[in-house]
């Protein structure tokens, strides 16, 4: 089975403070995973998936297989990047490339 | 490309209405995707499509609910009767083939039940 877990509902920090999402995820295979973003009353937007090892707005997500976590972190928070954030992992397994997502987790960055 | 396109926005509708649901994908995407969107249970897949065929709609709550895709330009979700549960966000998705996880989504179409 594939699971997605996002820990944390709701995530407050000042603006400037560093900030760290948790996604932590279960599967057999070998995992691809993604950040979607989703701005207030907007489409939800691909952020960034790990095989880029990219960084996008200042975010990154590190793929750590071994406690299974692909945290998404930024080290200076700012106030636009208050947005819902929901981790996601592509089942390989099906191979229609399905995506399975966390809850998602509110980030609201105070002035 | 305008990217995924959904209507209507908004839609407000009594219980026990008929309410349809379009989503127009991006041209070439070979897959298109049906979610809802509560803040009690997130995002959930309803159902999914590839070239136009249903593959897994386990997703879709009960019988009241169906979605079709007649051509590859063009899908419905259609809830007959509605009920004030399935109040929610609806979002439509596409991706090309082999762009696994790279979702391009609609607007969303708010839909509430009274």
């Known amino acids: 089975a594939q699971r997605v877990t996002q820990p944390e509902k709701l995530l407050s920090v000042f603006k400037g403070a560093p900030v760290e999402l948790k996604c932590n995820y279960s599967y057999s295979g070998s995992p691809e995973l993604f950040w979607y973003v989703q701005y207030s009353r907007q489409r939800l937007q691909l952020l960034l998936r790990?095989?880029s090892r990219e960084s996008i707005k200042g975010f990154t997500a590190d793929l750590n297989k071994g406690e299974t976590s692909f945290h998404l972190k930024k080290p200076f928070a700012q106030e636009e990047d208050s947005a819902m954030y929901y981790c996601?992992?592509?089942?390989?397994?099906?191979?229609?490339?399905?995506?399975?997502f966390g809850r998602g987790t509110q980030l609201t960055v105070w002035p | 490309d305008a990217g995924v396109i959904q209507s209507p926005r908004h839609e407000v509708t009594e219980m026990g209405q008929e309410v349809t649901l379009r989503c127009k994908p991006i041209s070439g995407h070979d897959y298109l995707f049906w979610y809802r969107q509560t803040m009690m249970r997130g995002l959930e897949l309803l159902i999914y499509?590839?070239?136009?065929?249903?593959?897994?709609d386990s997703g879709m709550p009960e019988d009241r609910f169906s979605a079709k895709m007649p051509n590859a330009s063009f899908s419905t979700l259609k809830i007959q009767p509605s009920e004030p549960r399935d109040s929610a966000v609806y979002f439509c998705?596409?991706?090309?083939?082999?762009?696994?996880?790279?979702?391009?989504f609609g607007s969303g179409t708010r839909l509430t039940v009274v």
């Open positions: 790990h095989i």
């Open positions: 499509f590839n070239n136009n065929v249903p593959i897994d």
């Open positions: 996601a992992l592509l089942d390989r397994g099906s191979t229609l490339g399905r995506l399975y």
């Open positions: 998705a596409s991706s090309p083939k082999g762009q696994g996880g790279g979702y391009t």
